[in-house]
């Protein structure tokens, strides 16, 4: 076994060698703008990225021209969430979405409020499920979107997509989902889900950083947002800036393959997840989950050792292990998670989770190692505290 064994797959996930074989040409011999269509280097490019849009559309049951391509998740949910905002500031100035959300739909529908749009934060249940009657009672005649991530990426609850998107659509609401987490690990079907926006991002599924996608349902003169970035007009005018070529090919081949593969995937992350719980529960008791105990992604599990402080078990298992606390985009935050927190759970219980996550260059024995590494190191850190 290499080591430190790597079990943050909600945070990023390694690049598979298939789709570093994809890329590599992109950066070499063909290395062409694919905005330079006069010659034979900017065609091969255009052709690529074409190609690669295709894929996706295909991953998402979507029409290639809906994909607008991204620096990632985190920019594909600041143009849905502020360019729809922009586009019908007319019609309305009200938005619903999710507690538990990701700090980049969260800190911009605080940015906004700022500016003086009207925001709804929905509660959620002690599993982390959007609770379905407060979302539909938040809506009103002034509501123009709604935003409610697929899964979550730090609990691992998969939300009720569906229904939420049946909400939105009932009332004639554009419905955006961030499905960072989701993509390339759950099946998703943006016709069956009525969603109009979804944001994606290549590096949660075996592809690169740096590049993702926003899903807008064009069929919708609605849910077109207005850029938040100028210069070029690229990507339909939606995000304007030079196609990252490389990325965008390797995305499409990461997607391409997670689909093909999550079947088999799910099956081995399930019977991993199920035995990690079994012996925490079983020899470091007492522990809690966190989510929800059947629909949550199969390859997250995040639990709480009662009485050990998560950054204190982090350093006591990281020359074998390596995992986190949560969101690493709030890693270097004191402060307890504020989706523990809105499961209605006390600070101790969030200041006492941590996160694994499997990926697919993940071992059975890897797995046994760490479940057992770790359960020790719980037991001997509470019988340090005890002795103080």
């Not at 079983?282 to 995040?302: A, F, I, Q, T």
């Not at 990281?318 to 759970?345: D, F, Q």
Request: charged share 25%; hydrophobic share 40%.
């Amino acid at each position: 076994m290499k080591f430190p064994i790597y079990l943050d797959s909600q945070a990023t996930t390694p690049l598979d060698p298939r789709v570093l074989e994809e890329m590599l040409p992109y950066f070499t011999e063909r290395f062409g703008n694919a905005s330079s269509i006069d010659h034979l280097y900017g065609s091969e490019a255009s052709e690529a990225v074409e190609n690669a849009r295709k894929k996706i559309a295909r991953c998402i049951n979507a029409k290639p021209e809906d994909i607008i391509f991204t620096s990632g998740a985190t920019e594909s949910n600041n143009i849905a969430i502020l360019g729809i905002a922009e586009k019908h500031a007319a019609k309305g100035d009200h938005i619903v979405t999710c507690v538990t959300e990701h700090k980049s739909v969260l800190d911009v529908c605080k940015h906004l409020e700022k500016m003086g749009k009207r925001v709804t934060y929905v509660p959620v249940d002690k599993f982390g499920m959007v609770d379905l009657k407060k979302l539909e009672e938040a809506i009103c005649e002034k509501t123009i979107l709604i935003s409610v991530m697929t899964a979550n990426n730090e609990i691992g609850t998969i939300a009720p997509i569906h229904n939420i998107g049946e909400i939105a659509k009932k009332y004639g609401v554009l419905f955006h989902t961030d499905a960072a987490q989701a993509a390339g690990h759950i099946p998703l079907d943006v016709e069956k889900l009525n969603v109009d926006l979804m944001s994606i991002s290549a590096h949660k599924m075996y592809g690169p950083k740096g590049v993702g996608a926003l899903y807008v349902r064009h069929s919708n003169l609605n849910a077109k947002p207005f850029p938040i970035i100028h210069g070029g007009g690229h990507e339909q005018g939606i995000r304007s800036g030079t196609l990252n070529v490389p990325g965008i090919v390797g995305f499409g081949k990461a997607f391409e393959i997670a689909v093909k593969e999550m079947g088999e995937e799910n099956k081995r992350f399930d019977r991993w997840r199920k035995y990690m719980w079994d012996v925490f529960r079983e020899k470091s008791s007492p522990v809690e989950l966190n989510g929800h105990p059947d629909k949550r992604l199969s390859h997250n599990l995040n639990v709480s050792f009662e009485g050990v402080e998560n950054k204190a078990l982090i350093r006591a298992v990281c020359s074998k292990l390596a995992l986190s606390s949560g969101s690493a985009c709030t890693t270097l935050n004191v402060e307890p998670s504020h989706v523990i927190m809105a499961l209605g759970l006390n600070p101790e219980r969030a200041h006492t989770a941590i996160r694994l996550g499997f990926s697919r260059f993940n071992t059975e024995e890897e797995i046994i190692f760490a479940t057992e590494f770790i359960f020790q190191a719980v037991n001997k850190l509470r019988k340090i505290k005890l002795r103080f």
